[in-house]
């Protein structure tokens, strides 16, 4: 901590402090003094926990930001019982790049061809007439990369930017409804409530696994 508040970067803090800062006590007192030692304060102010009987504040977001107006609230993402918490800073810009550009090698059957052609023209002298297996080495690998590189130039082209490309409309849609059953599930006491919700769960972490790892096969 003392090495992280001596530069001037803007510090973000988010954890789950296992107090509730519902509630006026001791650990909350302690734990303001000590982050606002470093310059840090709590921002989220609604429970985070909730359930028919109770309901607690338990994770927090503390930041050392005063230079920008900020504003946090409540995500349901059904993961947990414990809601998720946004901040959101209304005058920063970040820009979020719409392509994002990749290097591939124009391999192809033209440059394949090529590329034997190439290689059925050179003579290898420089291999073939040297004795030591070292140098012989270096002289047949430079030839060989000389013309690989040759036959198989990069080329840069631009792709649009999809940071999750296996989040399909399908997916999103049982993502809402698994908010919507976890919203009744906590209100209620309904054992058959619980059973359901968990079961629906367990059935989207399947699907959502299957689509990912669709992806890192097809790249």
Known sequence: MNKTCKTSTDIILCDDFNINYLE?????????????SFGLFSTVKFPIRISYQSCT???NIFINIYN?????????????????QIIT??????????????????INSHTIQNFTLFLSYENWEDVFLEKDVNILFNNFLNTYLRIFYASFPNTKTKNSYNPKPWLTTGIRISCANKRKLYLIYRKSNNPSHKEYYKSYCQTLSKVIMSAKNSIIIIL
């Open 68 to 84: 920008h107006d900020f504003f946090v609230h409540p995500l349901i993402s059904g993961l947990s019982d414990h809601d998720g």
């Open 89 to 106: 800073f209304s005058n920063i810009a970040n820009s979020v790049p719409r392509h994002i550009s990749t290097i591939k090698r124009q």
């Open 24 to 36: 006026d006590n001791y650990r909350k007192h302690s734990l303001d003094s000590l982050l606002a």
């Open 57 to 59: 504040l338990i994770d």
